[in-house]
């Protein structure tokens, strides 16, 4: 009795599952990092909207690793001020005032902190969810 096995078309299967399990946690962390902005940008001051519209977002996927990333830039006379607004304790104008906020979260400081800290359960759900349908 002979029992041949196929090695090579089983590696590509692994492979292609592989792959799937990625772009699957790549999209979740992508889909994160959307949220992750969409809030802090609603709830970061506002003056001129600068601060606002410095708002970038990336993800990275690395043979060991999934990176999201949301970070502001507002720089005025070379001044970054969206770290200041970020880490400072302040009152705010008035437009930053009546501007509300969203998603249970006010307008001010630690508008990228707040958020990060309160969704990152939700944020590491989608990305294990995401990866767990993909293996069914």
Do not use: C
Request: glycine share 8%; proline share 2%; no cysteine.
């Amino acid at each position: 009795m002979r029992l041949i096995f196929n090695s090579s078309e089983f590696i590509s299967l692994l492979n292609n599952r592989e792959t799937a399990v990625e772009r699957a946690a790549e999209t979740a962390m992508e889909d994160n990092t959307d949220d992750l902005s969409r809030i802090a940008q609603n709830i970061a001051p506002i003056d001129k909207a600068t601060l606002r519209r410095g708002m970038k977002k990336k993800v990275t996927l690395r043979r060991n690793s999934l990176v999201g990333e949301v970070s502001f830039r507002a720089v005025d006379k070379g001044f970054n001020y969206a770290i200041w607004t970020h880490e400072a304790d302040y009152n705010l104008g008035p437009t930053s005032a009546g501007a509300g906020g969203t998603d249970g979260y006010e307008v001010g400081n630690k508008y990228l902190e707040r958020p990060l800290k309160g969704e990152a359960q939700k944020y590491i759900n989608n990305v294990a969810n995401a990866v767990r349908r993909e293996l069914r």
